[in-house]
């Protein structure tokens, strides 16, 4: 795990106390891995989807850069340009969350719950039903679903979904610095 990353999860585990002492019990239910690249356009087409989901949902939120040639200020650059500067970032350099996790395009989403389960994977929404194909209205949520099923209490009907979205695989053949 890269030094930002660390720092990163450190921040959030201080927040997290912080709150405690507050006497306020937030607890997320899970973490959200949300899988991009700042050269896919369907990433960045779900960007305010993803700050949507982020501001509304009793999750940790992490956006996940696949590039692991992809520097700190570019990536910084683009989670402010997309309005996601808020959430927690890391450059999967050293391919440990895309070992564990195993997306396959951007952008795809990981769900996992406080036990390090998966809970869900897979697409965001149906917009895009295929490469070069993408509907005017959503009719599914899956990701939404699957954290209101959570947030209930409730066993999450679809745990799995197939993402349509930018291949990772050509990145997967760049080592790290």
């Not at 660390?6 to 927040?15: E, F, I, N, Y």
């Not at 949507?52 to 996940?64: A, F, G, H, K, W």
């Not at 769900?111 to 993408?134: C, M, T």
Request: aromatic share 6%; charged share 25%; net charge positive.
């Amino acid at each position: 795990m890269n030094a930002r990353a660390v720092v990163a999860r450190g921040l959030c585990l201080l927040a997290s106390l912080l709150v405690i002492q507050a006497g306020l019990a937030w607890a997320p239910l899970a973490t959200v891995y949300f899988f991009i690249q700042p050269d896919c356009p369907i990433s960045n087409f779900y960007a305010p989807e993803i700050k949507r989901i982020c501001s509304d949902q009793p999750v940790v939120c992490e956006l996940v850069y696949v590039d692991p040639a992809l520097s700190d200020q570019a990536v910084d650059e683009h989670a402010v340009r997309y309005g996601l500067g808020h959430l927690r970032r890391t450059v999967d350099r050293e391919r440990e969350l895309i070992r564990e996790l195993a997306p396959k395009v951007t952008p795809e989403v990981v769900v996992v719950d406080k036990n390090r389960a998966v809970r869900y994977r897979g697409r965001i929404d149906d917009r895009y039903p295929s490469i070069g194909k993408k509907r005017q209205v959503v009719t599914t949520h899956e990701l939404h679903d699957a954290l209101v099923a959570l947030a209930a209490g409730r066993p999450v009907a679809v745990t799995e979904t197939k993402a349509v979205g930018c291949s990772i695989g050509d990145l997967l053949r760049i080592q790290p610095e």
